[in-house]
């Protein structure tokens, strides 16, 4: 075959002066992509591609292999002195005035904008860590994860807390535990999996989400009490330096592309302004010879169309606990050394939120290292020696939120979880409440004669909702929006899907049945939860037509909440132990917020400044705990707190009881926060028999106690009159921290769950 004749360009193609000289050589560029040699050159990289795999089985030798090349120690150099230079030692500094199954996952996300379709290629998911030894070797973990939770918008608006997005998340303030309406399954508020109570089973099988084989005729959900901070403002561009850097929620970017999709063009480096040139490798960019993917400047738009600068009252900072595993950095554990600050320097309390309570005060409390626990106890001591009255409040369940009974031992893990509380020099309680089963005669009469289990109503309503809303995403393809085949696939609503239609069908069936059976004009209100807050009903006054069914339940509060003095707060996805403390084994990432407005208040009955934001959000809080709140609307549209930040301030709710929360140290509400709790306490043990509990001290009184012919969080007695009288007094969701529970036994026996190895992992 004969030679293309030499052409300068393409046919037709005129060059100009700037082009020839920025690109002298263009054509045998192209003859040279066009020629065999081209081809030589990808076997070239295959090879580095293949080399590089094999030298990570050389690092499992040398656990320092990120940091001893020399480009790679002058940018921990750079990235040392940038944290030595910033309060807490974090990476990022204190900025003024802002407002404040991952396969699945990954597979569902690409799969909304298919290829073909307007918007593929604008949802890129990477999953990180990568368990895999032979692709990775010594750049993998088995025990540690990326627990942080945080979204950036558009480098204007930030989201940073303890809140997954996931099922069994939404909640309201008087946590409703019972999803069952005898008026019809189309007043659902949980469906599909999203009813959970991961007390009684974890999530099955998540890609068939519509399926739950947890029955809400028997059991209630585990409500959930989190906290998010939406954020504007300067520090809104420190979380979006992390997110290039390390972005969580089970992935990486840049750290990630380096690490494990280096040679996938389908994945771009992230290069930001401010942070471009020689300062680029302090977000892990790397410029290999042939890269692989383009190098994509952020943000897309003129930084001035942004909202940085002053856009309120607080002062914000970004910590996070990182390390080499998680971000490709030297340890960092800026959220630890921002607690053990704060609290050190407190002068009149520290309230604490957290899933867990695991610190040591010393050096020798082998496994725990991490040292929140000694800041606590010398603040405490020094208030002592000064004569100051001084609290630390504690708020934590009284079991973290894995599946199965504490006596079993399958939960060997979850009591050595428990053991490591003490009550030395604080005061710790748990968060309870109760619904009732809304099991009416008629709807189990429904049940008996469609034939169809109320588990299949459930799955038939999950499926209905899917269809809806596909259907809606398919009216809109007049606009330009499709699904692909993917989501079509996935989502037919054509009837072609069998399985789907034999649920709907079943549904259909159920609902046929409704109008033979008689309802005897029972019109009471599905859930209870709301009588114990404010302005609620007595549970004795409400309409009856179901037999008495109740249910309690622990709440989770699975983020890290601490809020000093009224004056200073840290919100984020840190618990209070190891994992999530010391910086090398689980990756998180929370905010410090101060804010410079103040309103007047009281401590310790003297006039006192406050910060309004650290202020309001306390009084907030525990005016739900004490239920001084009413309840929630499901419909959040007129919810000022349900708005993004920069659109309106939150609510409030000024008023008597807004007042009488006013004083943290105040004798009179210290008198109603415990004494609400010793109530609620002795109600639930009575009742119920909810565990765990003061009275079970070894494993002979956990069986007396919760015989097994009790249905876990069921009544102890369902033939007790009293039931509904008792249930009045109930007020908010306080009860106290169990702390002498299996106190006469070894919570969790030296084993194969329990060890040397894996005391590290459980703490």
Known sequence: MAAAPYQEGEPGEERSLRDHLERPFESLR?????????????????ATVFKHKIGKFQNLVNPNHLHDEEHEKRTDEKRSFIAKSQRFGSFAPLREANRVKCAHTKHALEALCPEGTPGYGNIRVMRHPDHNVF????????????????????????????????FGRWDSRQH????????????????????????????????????????????????????????IGDCVYDIAEHFVLALTEEQRWNFCKRDKYKHNDRYDWLVIKGREGSDEDLISVQRPTHPMGQYILHPLGPIETKKFGPQGTVNAQVVRSSCDWSSGILAEHSIQTAYCDVIRNAQHYVYIENQFFITATGDQQFPIHNTIGRAIVEACVRAGREGRKFRVICVIPAIPGFAGNLSGDAATGTREIVTDASADHIFFFNLRTFDRLNKAPALEAQVEKSGVSYQEVQRAHAEEIMRQTIGIAQGGAQEGIQMGP????????????????????????????????????????????ADAMLHGNKVSDE??????????????????????????????SANLNDRSQMGTHDSELAIVMEDTRTIPSTMDGQPYAAGYHAATLRRFLWREHLGLLPPQDLNGNNDANAQPPGDCDNAVYEGEEYEYVADPLGDQLWELWTGYATRNTDIFRDLFHADPDDSIKSFDDYSKFLPERIKQGHLYDPNRTDVKEKLDQIRGH????????????????????????TESIYT
């Open 30 to 46: 192209q003859r040279f992509q066009d020629s065999h040699l081209q081809d030589l050159q990808g076997l070239k990289a295959k």
């Open 135 to 166: 692709e990775n070797a010594a750049d993998m973990t088995f025990y540690w994860a990326h627990h942080e939770k945080f979204i950036v918008i558009d480098y204007n608006l930030a989201f940073i807390g303890g809140l997954d997005i996931c």
């Open 176 to 231: 409703p535990l019972t999803d069952m309406h005898p008026a019809g399954i189309h007043d659902e508020i949980w469906p599909g999996q999203d009813f959970n109570n991961c007390r009684i089973m974890d999530f099955q099988k998540v890609v068939d989400w519509e399926s739950n084989q947890l029955n809400k005729a028997d059991y209630g959900r585990m409500p959930w009490h989190d906290i998010h901070m939406g954020v």
């Open 486 to 529: 993917e989501g079509a696939r996935r989502f037919k609503t054509d009837g072609g899907d069998k399985e789907k239609e034999r649920a709907l069908d079943k549904g259909r069936a159920f609902e046929a049945e409704r109008e033979n059976v008689d309802h005897g004009g029972f019109a009471g209100v599905d859930s209870i939860a």
């Open 543 to 572: 309409a009856w037509a179901a037999p008495l069914t109740f249910e309690p339940q622990l709440l989770l509060t699975p983020y890290e909440l601490l809020i000093v003095d009224d004056r200073i707060a840290i919100c984020g």
């Open 734 to 757: 306080l009860v106290w921290m169990p702390l002498d529970f299996l106190k006469d036994s070894e919570m969790a026996e030296k084993g194969l769950q329990v060890n040397a190895i």
